[in-house]
């Protein structure tokens, strides 16, 4: 397509799909929001106000049946992710579809066939912590051979507040996906089991879950911990660090300047995901955007989305036997 | 002029010429590079050659009498941006011109004295720190009232080595020139005194500088120090201190991932100031472009050019004499 | 007593022995060390030469009813710990037993019975952590409420290379333990299961350790991570934090100057457990006798002892079967 | 005189004073305070009962002829050091006099004179900077070569609060004169010059201090920036930066947990110097103590109380002048 400018029609323009559409109407070199859809007709339309005269789509497939969308972005809810994943692989059109790629591990395997069939990739992952430069810094660490070989993973993601009081299968499929993500991508093995452990918001609801951790054993023997507050009460954060053979990485807090009042020293923490992945989410959408005028995926993969559903049906089970569980995945095709 | 894509002629494409060109061509929104123009015309040559089809002009005047450069940008050798400056205001072109504005106090005067001719904003000068996250952080918080009043600005301005060594005059014109302009901007009164110390690179040469700073007085009483570290030899940094009634902030360091290995916790700094500033000069570039489709001045004006070589003045005044130099500056005309 | 001087006698005159020593002699007010005893003869020799006139006891017996020794230190070899400690309090004196306590549960409880039978608190554990201002000052936020209720307590424990390559279940009973009574002291609630992970030392020996993690949880549903490296080629770590219902709490690094110097900021870790801890040490040994002085028991007690030996005893189980262990635990006697 | 116990008689019973005589009963080894005297009688009596049983002395004189005192600690009035300071040099006997030695430089040189005619160094003065760890680290970092040699100094000296008001050469004399000592003890040449500037507490009274700062120039070439804040608002700090030929070297910080909490990473600062420099203070006693017996006066000594006072005369004098001024002093006795 050369560096023809993107036409992208957006699915779901609820939080983060306006958060996308304003990234790449305001944000995001050679790309252009040209139709919007939403179950919520009145909100699309707000969204498409912003757009300097993009269209509003009645149907999921209008949009992507438009001649004029080159590209989909589905930010929808979770449970439609790999039904329009779907439909956009077989019109051919290259889709970044938001966490989680589905709501269980079989419809990710619709996708991955789907994809499979066109014998190439055109979905992306919404894993955008792949983009945050504190992520990336680690990564280069550890990948130029800082610290030798890793042999443990561990990680700190940290909400705010609840937005609702949420159960150990939603935190799992919906946060600490994030997390199961990160330690695929960083670490260099795949994970082969997972342990649960959670503390719950309400003694009354023992599903329910403020604070929860996954222990990983990876393939080459590495482990991992990845830890969940759901209510911190002080702010969001997302640390990781890597212990290796010779050292041990751990990324840049979020810059704050140091203000010396009251008898301390403070910083400021990130009041939340939006702000703290500002800059990742529009480096995602050029990304995104540079990759489609250049003919070739490079973001997280279906597969990658795929697979950390298949680590977190592990973990809901590990939550439910209150005993590590093994990851039970297909072999991995060739094309990822 | 709405926001229609502002066509740039970028003056000078050396090293920082080419990071404008470059962040204008690829980083910027609404914005492109259509005329190049360089004494050595081979770099503007090069340079052009990455920027989609811009052409190379012969000379100064026809890159800014071509009807196709909606504004121009200067990076020139220093001597020449005065003159540069005042004919692009002449020829009514928005202009962002590198730091500093002018060689002497009188040239930077006839840059003044153009734009107050025209009755309106057509200059920017390139102190581009005003755009850096970590300063933007202090300068909130302060002017929030996070400490109460300004009472003492401290600054440390550290290069990694020495491209070649330095005289005095040089060291203030070119380089603590920025961080008079950061002290003027972060403290709300103007400077009235400087004082200069230094320590020469070579003992041989009493003018060379290694090492300087300038002890500033603010009109309403506060105090500044501004130091300057030409051959730091570990890298490039740039910080900021306040002191206020009732606090003290410091601006963040660059974020780096901690480094656990052989016996100590190692954090990297930036190694120049192109690294340390690149996300500075996009958004400098941007907002730049903003401000002329939305016809509003907003970045560091000619005045702030003017008066950083006024301080400068004083200061070159105060390492000849040995002694604190009061400012002689022309009122502020109601423009800025 | 009042605060008359204190004679002690040390048993056990090798690395940590020698260290009680010379704090005894020389860093401790009211404490005098008048007896040794090594079953290297020559070595206790050496020690009681820098020990103005101590003398040399040729039995462990002959050391305990010495009646010039007022209180024992006990720092011989693990497996005879038990015993000896047994022998002081049934001779009345004092005794500070390095960690652990036993090398079994049922060694444990012999020591528990036998200060039982003389109705008071005779024996400390040397779990000097409870001694260290990083940790201390970590537990006094958290007891003074400054993050509510304590939800999880994680810790790293880093070492800086095999002395010589351990198997799992010594990690846990030599090293993990001080984590161990760090998380059993911090949390108010105690310890229910364990799970454990570890990374090979050895692909070969499966049983060795390098890395471990205890996962821990706690009576009122709060959780625990104990985290173990024995050969992370940097250095000498411990740390601990505590999430509550309304924050963070993090042990403050140990403090080192930061050098700037080749590209980055750079900090000292502490090499070793002796230089980390030097100052615990000493405030272990000056409490204990001043807890003498005093007549009343205030350190890390016998149940102290026993109870953590519970913990890595459940973890051994776990590091079997993989799979989390309960603890069993007899109740509480009233004198703890 | 070996290592018998070193008697001391304490003058002066205020803060300081009562924190010297707590010290030297109870936190170092090998001393007893056996007389105290202040102009006070009742505060002496006071902190007396906490010295089982020392002696209140009715005169300054008297203390320093009991023969049952072998060293004496003085902790009266600025006003009154030199006197007292010269007595126990005449009477022969070992004295740690707190900060300033003296008022004037001509009373600095009388003890000088007096010192100098016993042909033995006798006296040390209270400048415990030299034993805190954070000052000490930075210093062996130094002068082990880490950064080449030292080309600039510069130090940030805050107090919480006013306890009243003082002028510019009451913080000279009084609280930069640590900062001065500090300096000289770290920087390998003499003070040649200094320069001032301040900020005044109240704009009725200018000779007020809130901010003040000297600038230094030594006799090497190397300059520093000392800077005081009376009235932070914020805490007590003491900071020291050194940037050399190839580095840059910061003390640590005090160490403190970080407290994540409501928006923010919060560390506390130390609320006052008795706090900051407690274990200075301890350390600077016992190593006096350890002098003593060992016959060798060690600590800054009676030049190093004169220097100060000659920077802090040079200092004075330029708050007057509003220029740089010269250092005049006499020239080192080989003593020192």
């Not at 149907?59 to 438009?66: G, P, R, T």
């Amino acid at each position: 397509m050369g560096s023809e400018t993107i036409n992208v029609g957006v699915i779901g323009t609820g939080a983060i799909g306006g958060i996308h559409a304003e990234n790449l109407m305001r944000r995001t070199i050679g790309a252009k929001v040209v139709a919007l859809m939403d179950i919520d007709r009145e909100r699309a339309e707000a969204v498409a106000a912003a757009c300097d005269g993009a269209r509003v789509s009645h149907e999921v497939s209008d949009l992507i049946a438009d001649p004029d969308v080159d590209a989909v972005l589905v930010a929808s809810t979770d449970a439609s992710h790999a039904e329009i994943t779907i439909a956009c692989i077989e019109a051919g059109k290259p889709v970044l579809c938001e966490k989680p790629l589905a709501t269980t591990v079989a419809d990710a395997e619709r996708v991955l066939r789907a994809e499979l069939a066109t014998g190439r990739r055109l979905a992306q992952v919404g894993f955008m912590r792949e983009y945050d430069q504190a992520h990336k810094d680690l990564y280069d660490l550890l990948r130029g051979g800082a610290i030798g070989a890793a042999l443990k993973i561990r990680s700190l993601h940290v909400n705010p507040r609840f937005v609702r009081e949420l159960t150990i299968d939603s935190v799992i499929t919906n946060s600490l996906i994030h997390d199961i993500h990160s330690a695929r991508w960083i670490m260099p093995s795949e994970v082969e089991s997972a342990y649960v452990q959670w503390v719950p918001a309400d003694q009354a609801r023992p599903r329910s879950a403020r604070l929860a951790d996954i222990q990983l054993v990876f393939a080459d023997g590495a482990i991992g911990s990845l830890e969940y507050n759901g209510d911190s009460g002080y702010g969001y954060e997302v640390k990781v660090e890597v212990t290796g053979e010779t050292g041990l990485i751990s990324t840049a807090d979020h810059p704050s300047p140091a203000l010396r009042h009251s008898g301390s020293v403070t910083r400021a923490i990130t009041p939340n995901w939006p702000q703290r992945f500002a800059q990742a989410y529009i480096d995602e959408a050029q990304d995104w955007i540079n990759a489609i005028q250049g003919n070739e995926a490079t973001g997280p993969s279906a597969w990658d989305g795929y697979m950390s559903l298949v680590v977190a049906d592990a973990s809901i089970r590990s939550a439910n036997t209150g005993r590590p569980e093994r990851i039970v995945a297909s072999e991995k095709p060739p094309l990822y």
